[in-house]
């Protein structure tokens, strides 16, 4: 990609951001009114990666930053054993996301744009796509062909509702799986 090409791709996407209600906005929106501005298909496998990470810095660069560790133990410990037990569970389970994203370090994205989450196999991965405005976790075989790693037609790829459906089952199937394993051995 040209570098004027790619400063203007960065400059319009960041002035949709800069002025865009952010509780409404998705990445394929940001896309798509770019692409409408430019008068380019953002969507391509050439440009697609590059929205994506510019939307991604300019989400980080917006965080709101972590306040200062208060010095008195006391007071902070009081503050904890005052709190919520779910509150309490909601922030482990931030933390335990913040560790995990260190441990993996930077993103990955496929030949697509779409972001890996995790390598199953060789062949096998788990991939966050944005498709017609819809988040869908996907966990597809992929293959070669010139150079490039495609998805096959082995898969499945689920909205976010049929996730969170799979996931809260997830302790079913484990007991599944190690009930089934007892009969085995």
Same mark, same amino acid.
Request: hydrophobic letters at 30%; charged letters at 40%; one cysteine or more.
């Given at each position: 990609?040209?570098?004027?090409?790619?400063?203007?791709?960065?400059?319009?996407?960041?002035?949709?951001?800069?002025?865009?209600?952010?509780?409404?906005?998705?990445?394929?929106?940001?896309?798509?009114?770019?692409?409408?501005?430019?008068?380019?298909? &953002?969507?391509?496998?050439?440009? +697609?990666?590059?929205?994506?990470?510019?939307?991604?810095?300019?989400?980080?660069?917006?965080?709101?930053?972590?306040?200062?560790?208060?010095?008195?133990?006391?007071?902070?410990?009081?503050?904890?054993?005052?709190?919520?037990?779910?509150?309490?569970?909601?922030?482990?389970?931030?933390?335990?996301?913040?560790?995990?994203?260190?441990?993996?370090?930077?993103?990955?994205?496929?030949?697509?744009?779409?972001?890996?989450?995790?390598?199953?196999?060789? +062949?096998?991965?788990?991939?966050?796509?944005?498709?017609?405005?819809?988040?869908?976790?996907?966990?597809?075989?992929?293959?070669?062909?010139?150079?490039?790693? &495609?998805?096959?037609?082995?898969?499945?790829?689920?909205?976010?509702?049929?996730?969170?459906?799979?996931?809260?089952?997830?302790?079913?199937?484990?007991?599944?799986?190690?009930?089934?394993?007892?009969?085995?051995?």
């Amino acid at each position: 990609m040209e570098p004027e090409t790619r400063n203007r791709i960065e400059k319009t996407v960041l002035e949709i951001l800069n002025s865009a209600d952010m509780d409404n906005m998705t990445e394929f929106k940001v896309r798509k009114m770019a692409s409408d501005k430019l008068g380019i298909n &953002l969507s391509a496998p050439e440009y +697609k990666p590059f929205v994506r990470q510019v939307v991604e810095a300019f989400l980080q660069s917006t965080e709101e930053p972590e306040p200062e560790p208060e010095p008195d133990r006391k007071k902070a410990n009081n503050e904890v054993a005052e709190r919520e037990p779910k509150e309490q569970e909601e922030e482990e389970e931030e933390e335990v996301e913040e560790d995990r994203g260190k441990s993996i370090g930077v993103k990955e994205y496929d030949d697509d744009g779409d972001l890996i989450i995790c390598r199953l196999s060789d +062949k096998r991965k788990v991939t966050i796509q944005d498709f017609r405005g819809k988040t869908l976790v996907s966990i597809r075989e992929f293959y070669r062909k010139d150079g490039k790693e &495609l998805p096959s037609s082995k898969g499945i790829s689920l909205t976010a509702e049929q996730w969170a459906a799979f996931k809260k089952n997830v302790p079913a199937i484990e007991d599944s799986i190690l009930k089934m394993e007892s009969r085995l051995m």
